[in-house]
């Protein structure tokens, strides 16, 4: 019998408390320390924009630091609990599989949260650390998913066009996995867990990883659910893109490696939320890498802030050095 748990080295519930006159919605995360901060703002939002229901956040960690789960703890409110799962070295995925460069636990953890739930709720939302809730979850959560494995979001036109030359799936329902609406029940039922494991270990190599897994085995038993549950973004340096988003959206996914957590973005949205969490007197990053410190320069020259556009500018040649070196 599979056994989830020899992939979890501790639980523990961090914050507990529950208002009886709301009932229960179940958010699952799976992220390490390096997406703790982003995965902070995700659970402030969705927090901030949920009200009246009390939210069970599971988060699923790999090496989160007590600091940032001191943090989480701040998020206590009298409708909010908060589980920790921490991933142990059992939890271990073909490496050559990983192409987007996403660590283990963060990438495919999604795997195992339904039959670790299953005995807790017959329904979990899963979401990215990338995302940010703009309204409340309730339409999402009262989906009946009865009859199939999960609700899904259609990807987009690109990425169902590049994975159509892939494989012999109906790319026209090719999901991205960023946000999943899960019958827990169901996907035990069918033995996702086992079977994904067993694929993303098989030797071959899947362009997106987990998410290509998820696609091929949960094909023709997937609902799926309007594009405002999971609205893709790509941003630039000024994030105009933000400004373009329908006044619908629910859930926003930045999905390219342009993160808005990174100090050369000027996403308002991030900051908004940012603000408004335990995590707003940390210092963020700056970039994930030289081009995107090279473009804020840029930036910073139409802005007419020469002085910083020249630091910053320098920055992304010691930065590129460096990288070479």
């Given at each position: ?47 901030n ?15 989160v ?141 899947y ?14 038993k ?54 408004q ?46 990288k070479?070196?």
């Open positions: 019998m599979y056994n989830p748990q020899k992939f979890i080295a501790s639980i523990n519930t961090i914050v507990k408390a529950s208002n009886l006159n709301y009932s229960t919605l179940h958010i699952a995360l799976g992220f390490d320390n390096n997406y703790a901060l982003p995965a902070g703002i995700t659970i402030t939002s969705v927090i924009n949920t009200p009246n229901f009390n939210l069970h956040f599971h988060l699923f960690i790999d090496q630091t007590e600091s940032n789960i001191e943090k989480f703890k701040q998020l206590a409110s009298d409708r909010i609990t908060i589980t920790t799962y921490k991933i142990n070295n059992n939890f271990l995925i073909n490496p050559k599989t990983l192409v987007l460069h996403i660590p283990n636990a963060s990438t495919c953890i999604r795997f195992i949260i339904p039959k670790l739930l299953n005995s807790i709720t017959e329904k979990v939302i899963y979401l990215d650390s990338d995302t940010i809730c703009l309204q409340s979850l309730e339409k999402l959560a009262n989906y009946n998913i009865e009859n199939c494995i999960a609700g899904v979001v259609s990807d987009t036109n690109d990425m169902q066009e590049a994975v159509s030359k892939m494989y012999s799936l109906d790319s026209k329902r090719y999901f991205n996995a960023g946000v999943l609406l899960i019958n827990t029940k169901a996907w035990c039922q069918a033995d996702i867990s086992e079977k994904a494991l067993e694929l993303i270990n098989n030797g071959n190599i362009k997106f990883a987990d998410q290509d897994v998820l696609n091929i085995l949960l094909e023709n997937t609902y799926l659910l309007p594009i405002k549950f999971n609205t893709k973004i790509k941003i630039s340096i000024d994030a105009h893109q933000e400004k373009e988003i329908k006044p619908y959206t629910v859930i926003l996914h930045y999905i390219s490696q342009n993160k808005p957590w990174y100090k050369v973005y000027q996403s308002e949205i991030f900051k908004y939320f940012f603000q969490s335990p995590w707003k007197d940390d210092k963020i990053p700056l970039s994930g890498n030289s081009s995107s410190i090279r473009n804020y320069a840029k930036y910073l020259i139409n802005q007419c802030k020469y002085a910083s556009a020249f630091h910053y500018y320098i920055i992304y040649l010691i930065y590129k050095f460096y070479k070196k």
